[in-house]
């Protein structure tokens, strides 16, 4: 397993661009794929999207598809999610997550970082 840490969460207007990091800790990280989950309040937990762990294979949800990109630099231990054209409906807590598989599910994911939360005014 990996400990995962989350930034760049922040405030922004409808319209704009945000990009979260999820730095990894561990020798196995390139060996993961990393899926971007959000946590709306009141809602379940759901996913973003994917990479795998090479970085070659990238799966988004219809929500974010082609407003945000998932992309890796294995040499950094790092992810990125960035997202343009944000929504009020994007607004969440934002994690990133370390499995085997490459997946959306969550059980999937056997490591997780604590979150940045993304707030998107109208």
């Known amino acids: 397993q990996v400990q995962l840490h989350e930034s760049g969460g922040g405030l922004v207007q409808a319209g704009e661009s945000l990009s979260l990091s999820c730095v990894a800790s561990?020798?196995?990280?390139?060996?993961?794929?990393v899926a971007w989950f959000r946590q709306a309040p009141g809602k379940e937990r759901e996913a973003v999207g994917v990479?795998?762990?090479?970085?070659?294979?990238?799966y988004y949800e219809r929500p974010v598809k082609g407003r945000f990109t998932i992309s890796r630099d294995n040499a950094k231990n790092t992810v990125w999610l960035q997202m343009n054209n944000l929504r009020p409906e994007d607004t969440a807590v934002y994690y990133c997550?370390?499995?085997?598989?490459?997946?959306?599910?969550?059980?999937?994911?056997?490591?997780w970082g604590q979150g940045t939360p993304v707030t998107v005014s109208s």
């Open positions: 997550a370390a499995g085997d598989t490459y997946s959306v599910r969550l059980d999937d994911f056997h490591s």
């Open positions: 561990g020798p196995t990280f390139n060996t993961y794929a």
């Open positions: 990479i795998n762990w090479s970085g070659g294979s990238t």
